[in-house]
Protein backbone atom coordinates (compact mmCIF):
# COMPACT_ATOMS: atom_id res chain seq x y z
CA UNK A 1 0.00 0.00 0.00
CA UNK A 2 1.51 3.32 -1.06
CA UNK A 3 0.99 7.15 0.72
CA UNK A 4 2.17 9.88 -1.46
CA UNK A 5 2.77 13.35 -0.39
CA UNK A 6 5.20 16.05 -0.15
CA UNK A 7 6.98 18.22 2.88
CA UNK A 8 10.50 19.06 3.75
CA UNK A 9 12.61 17.21 6.07
CA UNK A 10 11.00 18.22 9.27
CA UNK A 11 7.18 17.77 7.79
CA UNK A 12 8.29 14.34 6.40
CA UNK A 13 9.95 13.37 9.85
CA UNK A 14 6.46 13.10 11.15
CA UNK A 15 5.06 11.24 8.32
CA UNK A 16 7.86 8.46 8.77
CA UNK A 17 6.62 8.46 12.44
CA UNK A 18 2.97 7.43 11.58
CA UNK A 19 3.77 4.90 9.12
CA UNK A 20 6.44 3.81 12.03
CA UNK A 21 3.07 3.58 14.58
CA UNK A 22 0.95 1.70 11.97
CA UNK A 23 3.56 -0.95 11.29
CA UNK A 24 3.93 -1.92 14.80
CA UNK A 25 0.45 -1.81 15.56
CA UNK A 26 -1.37 -3.80 12.52
CA UNK A 27 2.00 -5.52 10.93
CA UNK A 28 0.89 -4.07 7.37
CA UNK A 29 3.47 -1.57 5.70
CA UNK A 30 3.04 0.99 3.69
CA UNK A 31 5.36 2.66 1.08
CA UNK A 32 5.88 6.11 1.42
CA UNK A 33 5.86 8.22 -2.03
CA UNK A 34 8.08 11.38 -0.94
CA UNK A 35 8.03 14.40 -3.37
CA UNK A 36 10.19 17.49 -2.15
CA UNK A 37 7.81 20.52 -3.40
CA UNK A 38 3.86 20.68 -3.94
CA UNK A 39 4.35 21.34 -7.77
CA UNK A 40 6.50 17.82 -8.04
CA UNK A 41 3.67 16.17 -6.16
CA UNK A 42 0.58 17.69 -7.82
CA UNK A 43 2.57 17.02 -11.16
CA UNK A 44 3.41 13.08 -10.14
CA UNK A 45 -0.54 12.79 -9.26
CA UNK A 46 -1.34 13.79 -12.37
CA UNK A 47 0.64 11.82 -14.17
CA UNK A 48 0.39 8.31 -11.97
CA UNK A 49 -3.48 8.61 -12.29
CA UNK A 50 -3.42 9.31 -16.12
CA UNK A 51 -1.36 6.15 -16.50
CA UNK A 52 -3.30 4.10 -13.99
CA UNK A 53 -1.16 3.48 -11.48
CA UNK A 54 -2.02 5.85 -8.85
CA UNK A 55 -0.80 6.29 -5.09
CA UNK A 56 -3.62 3.80 -2.85
CA UNK A 57 -3.39 7.03 -0.42
CA UNK A 58 -2.32 10.51 -1.17
CA UNK A 59 -2.31 13.94 0.70
CA UNK A 60 -3.93 16.99 -1.26
CA UNK A 61 -4.57 20.20 -0.11
CA UNK A 62 -8.94 21.24 -0.49
CA UNK A 63 -8.05 24.04 -3.32
CA UNK A 64 -6.89 20.87 -5.74
CA UNK A 65 -8.24 17.85 -5.30
CA UNK A 66 -11.87 19.15 -7.11
CA UNK A 67 -10.47 17.46 -10.19
CA UNK A 68 -10.02 13.74 -8.94
CA UNK A 69 -13.29 14.20 -7.19
CA UNK A 70 -15.22 15.24 -10.39
CA UNK A 71 -13.49 12.42 -12.34
CA UNK A 72 -14.80 9.94 -9.72
CA UNK A 73 -11.46 8.34 -9.18
CA UNK A 74 -11.75 8.76 -5.39
CA UNK A 75 -13.18 6.21 -3.13
CA UNK A 76 -15.03 8.29 0.00
CA UNK A 77 -14.76 7.26 3.29
CA UNK A 78 -18.28 6.83 3.92
CA UNK A 79 -19.57 5.74 7.16
CA UNK A 80 -16.18 5.01 8.52
CA UNK A 81 -16.14 8.54 9.23
CA UNK A 82 -18.26 10.08 12.57
CA UNK A 83 -18.45 13.78 10.92
CA UNK A 84 -18.99 14.91 14.65
CA UNK A 85 -15.21 13.87 15.13
CA UNK A 86 -14.23 16.72 13.30
CA UNK A 87 -13.99 20.41 12.67
CA UNK A 88 -16.84 21.74 10.33
CA UNK A 89 -14.64 23.68 7.77
CA UNK A 90 -12.10 21.50 6.71
CA UNK A 91 -15.16 18.53 6.19
CA UNK A 92 -17.04 20.73 4.07
CA UNK A 93 -14.14 21.65 2.04
CA UNK A 94 -14.19 18.08 1.23
CA UNK A 95 -17.60 17.39 0.91
CA UNK A 96 -18.94 17.26 -2.48
CA UNK A 97 -23.01 16.92 -3.64
CA UNK A 98 -23.56 15.91 0.70
CA UNK A 99 -20.48 13.39 0.23
CA UNK A 100 -17.71 13.69 2.05
CA UNK A 101 -14.49 12.61 -0.10
CA UNK A 102 -11.60 12.35 1.48
CA UNK A 103 -10.96 12.82 5.58
CA UNK A 104 -9.36 16.37 6.69
CA UNK A 105 -5.86 16.34 8.48
CA UNK A 106 -5.97 19.42 9.69
CA UNK A 107 -7.80 22.81 9.89
CA UNK A 108 -5.07 25.75 9.74
CA UNK A 109 -5.48 29.24 8.70
CA UNK A 110 -3.72 32.17 7.47
CA UNK A 111 -1.26 33.64 10.68
CA UNK A 112 1.49 36.10 11.33
CA UNK A 113 4.82 34.55 12.46
CA UNK A 114 6.34 37.48 13.95
CA UNK A 115 10.13 37.78 15.71
CA UNK A 116 9.53 38.61 19.05
CA UNK A 117 13.64 39.59 19.80
CA UNK A 118 12.72 42.32 16.74
CA UNK A 119 9.68 43.43 18.18
CA UNK A 120 11.29 44.00 21.58
CA UNK A 121 14.13 45.67 19.84
CA UNK A 122 11.59 48.10 18.16
CA UNK A 123 9.38 48.93 21.63
CA UNK A 124 6.57 46.98 20.31
CA UNK A 125 4.69 44.72 22.69
CA UNK A 126 3.39 41.02 21.07
CA UNK A 127 0.12 41.54 19.47
CA UNK A 128 -2.94 41.55 20.68
CA UNK A 129 -5.77 38.85 19.33
CA UNK A 130 -7.93 42.15 18.59
CA UNK A 131 -4.91 43.70 16.57
CA UNK A 132 -5.46 45.68 13.41
CA UNK A 133 -4.13 46.51 10.11
CA UNK A 134 -3.06 49.75 10.90
CA UNK A 135 -1.17 47.64 13.79
CA UNK A 136 0.23 45.18 11.89
CA UNK A 137 1.36 48.01 9.58
CA UNK A 138 2.98 50.03 11.93
CA UNK A 139 4.82 47.04 13.23
CA UNK A 140 6.22 46.15 10.10
CA UNK A 141 7.38 50.20 9.67
CA UNK A 142 9.18 50.42 13.02
CA UNK A 143 10.92 47.07 12.26
CA UNK A 144 12.03 47.65 8.62
CA UNK A 145 15.70 48.98 8.32
CA UNK A 146 18.64 48.38 5.80
CA UNK A 147 19.13 44.85 5.30
CA UNK A 148 15.98 43.80 7.24
CA UNK A 149 12.39 43.67 6.64
CA UNK A 150 9.33 44.68 8.49
CA UNK A 151 7.10 41.84 6.85
CA UNK A 152 7.05 39.25 4.02
CA UNK A 153 4.14 37.51 2.35
CA UNK A 154 4.19 35.40 -1.19
CA UNK A 155 1.68 37.15 -3.35
CA UNK A 156 -1.20 35.00 -5.01
CA UNK A 157 -5.11 34.68 -4.28
CA UNK A 158 -4.68 32.58 -1.55
CA UNK A 159 -2.85 35.30 0.31
CA UNK A 160 -4.71 38.03 -1.33
CA UNK A 161 -7.84 36.75 -0.28
CA UNK A 162 -7.30 37.05 3.79
CA UNK A 163 -6.51 41.01 2.54
CA UNK A 164 -9.79 40.93 0.43
CA UNK A 165 -12.31 39.70 3.07
CA UNK A 166 -11.25 41.46 5.81
CA UNK A 167 -11.97 44.65 3.41
CA UNK A 168 -15.60 43.55 3.14
CA UNK A 169 -14.94 42.28 -0.40
CA UNK A 170 -15.13 38.99 -1.87
CA UNK A 171 -13.10 36.53 -3.90
CA UNK A 172 -15.97 35.18 -6.26
CA UNK A 173 -19.25 35.05 -6.37
CA UNK A 174 -20.00 31.96 -4.75
CA UNK A 175 -17.65 29.40 -3.25
CA UNK A 176 -19.51 26.46 -4.46
CA UNK A 177 -19.29 26.27 -8.49
CA UNK A 178 -18.40 29.73 -8.85
CA UNK A 179 -18.85 31.52 -11.86
CA UNK A 180 -16.39 34.52 -12.23
CA UNK A 181 -14.27 36.46 -9.68
CA UNK A 182 -15.68 39.34 -7.99
CA UNK A 183 -12.63 41.93 -7.57
CA UNK A 184 -13.83 44.74 -9.10
CA UNK A 185 -15.53 46.62 -5.48
CA UNK A 186 -14.70 48.97 -3.55
CA UNK A 187 -14.10 46.74 -0.92
CA UNK A 188 -12.04 43.95 -3.05
CA UNK A 189 -9.95 47.00 -4.50
CA UNK A 190 -9.21 48.38 -0.72
CA UNK A 191 -8.40 44.69 0.10
CA UNK A 192 -5.59 44.06 -2.77
CA UNK A 193 -4.50 47.38 -2.53
CA UNK A 194 -3.59 46.97 1.30
CA UNK A 195 -1.96 43.53 0.24
CA UNK A 196 0.17 45.64 -2.10
CA UNK A 197 1.10 48.32 0.00
CA UNK A 198 3.06 46.20 2.04
CA UNK A 199 5.50 46.28 -1.02
CA UNK A 200 5.16 49.90 -2.21
CA UNK A 201 5.90 51.10 1.58
CA UNK A 202 9.25 48.76 1.38
CA UNK A 203 8.61 47.30 3.80
CA UNK A 204 8.75 43.68 2.01
CA UNK A 205 11.31 42.32 0.21
CA UNK A 206 11.44 43.06 -4.02
CA UNK A 207 11.04 40.45 -6.26
CA UNK A 208 14.73 40.09 -6.86
CA UNK A 209 15.68 39.92 -3.14
CA UNK A 210 12.79 37.25 -2.49
CA UNK A 211 14.27 35.42 -5.76
CA UNK A 212 17.77 35.44 -4.07
CA UNK A 213 16.83 34.09 -0.31
CA UNK A 214 13.59 32.82 0.48
CA UNK A 215 11.02 34.47 2.39
CA UNK A 216 11.19 31.26 5.16
CA UNK A 217 15.03 31.50 5.02
CA UNK A 218 14.71 34.91 5.75
CA UNK A 219 12.89 34.85 8.95
CA UNK A 220 14.81 31.76 9.91
CA UNK A 221 18.46 34.27 9.70
CA UNK A 222 16.41 37.03 11.39
CA UNK A 223 16.27 39.20 8.53
CA UNK A 224 12.16 39.23 8.63
CA UNK A 225 10.17 40.77 11.04
CA UNK A 226 7.19 39.16 10.44
CA UNK A 227 5.88 36.25 8.08
CA UNK A 228 2.21 35.80 6.46
CA UNK A 229 1.80 31.69 6.61
CA UNK A 230 -0.07 28.30 7.62
CA UNK A 231 0.64 26.13 10.06
CA UNK A 232 2.91 23.98 7.94
CA UNK A 233 6.22 26.21 8.85
CA UNK A 234 6.42 25.20 12.53
CA UNK A 235 8.57 21.99 12.13
CA UNK A 236 11.30 23.66 10.06
CA UNK A 237 10.78 27.44 12.34
CA UNK A 238 11.29 25.22 15.37
CA UNK A 239 15.14 24.77 14.12
CA UNK A 240 15.43 28.79 14.96
CA UNK A 241 18.08 29.12 17.64
CA UNK A 242 19.02 32.40 17.41
CA UNK A 243 15.98 34.47 18.71
CA UNK A 244 12.07 33.79 20.16
CA UNK A 245 9.18 33.81 17.48
CA UNK A 246 5.39 33.19 18.01
CA UNK A 247 1.78 33.53 16.30
CA UNK A 248 -0.26 36.26 16.13
CA UNK A 249 -3.42 35.99 14.18
CA UNK A 250 -4.30 37.88 10.52
CA UNK A 251 -4.99 41.53 11.54
CA UNK A 252 -8.41 42.56 11.21
CA UNK A 253 -9.71 45.76 9.47
CA UNK A 254 -13.67 45.97 8.62
CA UNK A 255 -14.43 42.81 9.26
CA UNK A 256 -12.49 40.03 11.12
CA UNK A 257 -11.76 36.68 8.04
CA UNK A 258 -8.89 34.35 7.41
CA UNK A 259 -8.22 31.60 4.96
CA UNK A 260 -8.77 28.37 5.55
CA UNK A 261 -5.77 25.79 5.13
CA UNK A 262 -6.79 22.05 5.24
CA UNK A 263 -5.13 19.44 3.75
CA UNK A 264 -7.27 15.64 3.31
CA UNK A 265 -5.99 11.75 3.20
CA UNK A 266 -7.79 10.81 -0.07
CA UNK A 267 -8.10 7.22 -1.32
CA UNK A 268 -7.75 6.21 -5.05
CA UNK A 269 -10.54 3.57 -6.12
CA UNK A 270 -8.58 0.42 -6.67
CA UNK A 271 -7.64 -2.80 -5.45
CA UNK A 272 -6.11 -1.80 -2.45
CA UNK A 273 -8.71 0.75 -1.49
CA UNK A 274 -9.74 -1.31 2.10
CA UNK A 275 -6.55 -1.53 3.52
CA UNK A 276 -5.86 2.61 2.26
CA UNK A 277 -8.92 3.39 4.07
CA UNK A 278 -7.50 1.39 7.09
CA UNK A 279 -4.13 3.04 7.37
CA UNK A 280 -6.25 6.84 6.77
CA UNK A 281 -8.56 5.87 9.12
CA UNK A 282 -5.02 5.07 12.07
CA UNK A 283 -3.08 8.40 10.09
CA UNK A 284 -6.47 10.72 10.39
CA UNK A 285 -7.43 9.10 14.13
CA UNK A 286 -6.33 9.99 17.65
CA UNK A 287 -3.02 8.68 17.38
CA UNK A 288 -2.01 9.81 13.97
CA UNK A 289 -3.02 13.18 14.60
CA UNK A 290 -0.98 13.31 17.97
CA UNK A 291 1.85 12.57 16.45
CA UNK A 292 1.89 15.10 13.33
CA UNK A 293 0.72 17.90 16.02
CA UNK A 294 3.65 16.97 18.61
CA UNK A 295 5.79 17.35 15.44
CA UNK A 296 4.00 20.74 14.80
CA UNK A 297 2.77 20.08 11.44
CA UNK A 298 -0.96 20.52 11.29
CA UNK A 299 -3.60 22.10 13.53
CA UNK A 300 -5.69 18.65 14.07
CA UNK A 301 -8.95 18.27 12.75
CA UNK A 302 -9.89 16.33 15.52
CA UNK A 303 -11.09 18.90 18.72
CA UNK A 304 -10.40 16.15 20.66
CA UNK A 305 -6.60 16.27 20.07
CA UNK A 306 -6.54 19.93 19.52
CA UNK A 307 -7.57 20.78 23.09
CA UNK A 308 -4.75 18.43 23.99
CA UNK A 309 -1.03 19.16 25.02
CA UNK A 310 0.40 17.48 21.86
CA UNK A 311 -0.99 20.10 19.88
CA UNK A 312 -0.91 23.41 22.61
CA UNK A 313 2.05 22.65 24.89
CA UNK A 314 3.20 25.99 25.63
CA UNK A 315 6.90 24.99 25.98
CA UNK A 316 7.99 24.22 22.44
CA UNK A 317 6.94 26.86 20.01
CA UNK A 318 5.02 28.32 19.07
CA UNK A 319 3.32 29.53 22.52
CA UNK A 320 0.26 30.57 21.16
CA UNK A 321 -0.83 27.80 19.66
CA UNK A 322 -4.28 28.65 20.57
CA UNK A 323 -4.57 31.26 17.98
CA UNK A 324 -5.31 28.61 15.29
CA UNK A 325 -7.72 27.42 17.46
CA UNK A 326 -9.43 30.89 18.31
CA UNK A 327 -9.08 31.87 14.32
CA UNK A 328 -12.02 28.76 13.38
CA UNK A 329 -14.69 30.96 13.84
CA UNK A 330 -13.33 33.58 11.20
CA UNK A 331 -12.28 31.42 8.60
CA UNK A 332 -13.51 31.07 4.94
CA UNK A 333 -12.56 29.00 2.39
CA UNK A 334 -11.49 29.41 -1.33
CA UNK A 335 -13.20 26.53 -4.72
CA UNK A 336 -12.82 23.26 -4.57
CA UNK A 337 -14.08 22.75 -8.38
CA UNK A 338 -12.26 21.08 -10.60
CA UNK A 339 -11.34 24.17 -12.68
CA UNK A 340 -10.23 26.10 -9.23
CA UNK A 341 -6.89 25.02 -9.26
CA UNK A 342 -6.17 26.44 -13.32
CA UNK A 343 -7.86 29.51 -12.19
CA UNK A 344 -5.99 30.30 -9.03
CA UNK A 345 -2.72 29.82 -11.18
CA UNK A 346 -3.64 32.23 -13.32
CA UNK A 347 -4.96 34.77 -10.57
CA UNK A 348 -1.53 34.47 -8.91
CA UNK A 349 0.29 35.34 -12.16
CA UNK A 350 -1.63 38.93 -11.99
CA UNK A 351 -1.58 39.49 -8.48
CA UNK A 352 1.92 38.58 -8.50
CA UNK A 353 2.86 41.36 -11.03
CA UNK A 354 0.58 43.82 -9.35
CA UNK A 355 2.11 43.19 -6.00
CA UNK A 356 5.68 43.77 -7.44
CA UNK A 357 4.45 46.64 -9.45
CA UNK A 358 4.20 45.63 -13.02
CA UNK A 359 0.87 45.51 -13.20
CA UNK A 360 -1.76 48.65 -12.34
CA UNK A 361 -4.56 47.66 -9.79
CA UNK A 362 -7.18 47.81 -12.80
CA UNK A 363 -4.83 45.89 -15.19
CA UNK A 364 -4.46 43.45 -12.48
CA UNK A 365 -8.68 42.75 -12.31
CA UNK A 366 -9.41 43.00 -15.71
CA UNK A 367 -6.31 40.65 -16.84
CA UNK A 368 -7.73 37.81 -13.51
CA UNK A 369 -11.31 38.12 -15.18
CA UNK A 370 -10.20 37.64 -18.79
CA UNK A 371 -8.01 34.97 -17.75
CA UNK A 372 -8.64 33.40 -14.59
CA UNK A 373 -12.04 34.00 -14.80
CA UNK A 374 -12.88 32.48 -18.32
CA UNK A 375 -11.52 29.35 -16.81
CA UNK A 376 -14.76 29.37 -14.26
CA UNK A 377 -17.02 30.87 -16.36
CA UNK A 378 -16.31 27.96 -18.89
CA UNK A 379 -16.96 25.27 -16.85
Known amino acids: ?31 LIEIPDRDAHLAKLITSFGGGDPPDVFLINYRHFGAYAQRGVISPPGDRVRREDFYPPPLEAFTVDGRLQCVPQNISSLVVYYNR ?57 RTVEPTRFTLDTSEARRGLRRLADLRRLALAPTAEEAQARSLEERFVDGTLGMFLSSRREVPGFRTIRGFDWDVAPFPGAERRFTTLHSDAYCVARSGNATAAHAFVAFAAGLRGQEVLARGGRIVPSRPAVARTRAFLDPSRPPRSA ?42 TIARIEREAGQLLAGR
Not at 124 to 141: G, I, K, N, S
Not at 336 to 350: C, K, M, N, V
Request: hydrophobic content about 40%; aromatic content about 12%.
Open 1 to 31: MSFQLFGDAEELASYREVVRDYRRATGRDVQ
Open 117 to 173: DLFREAGLADPRPDWTYEDFVTAARRMTREGRHGVGVEPGIVRASAFIWSAGGEVVD
Open 322 to 363: RVFLDAIPTIKRLPTDAQWTQAEDAADLAIERFYYGDLSLDE
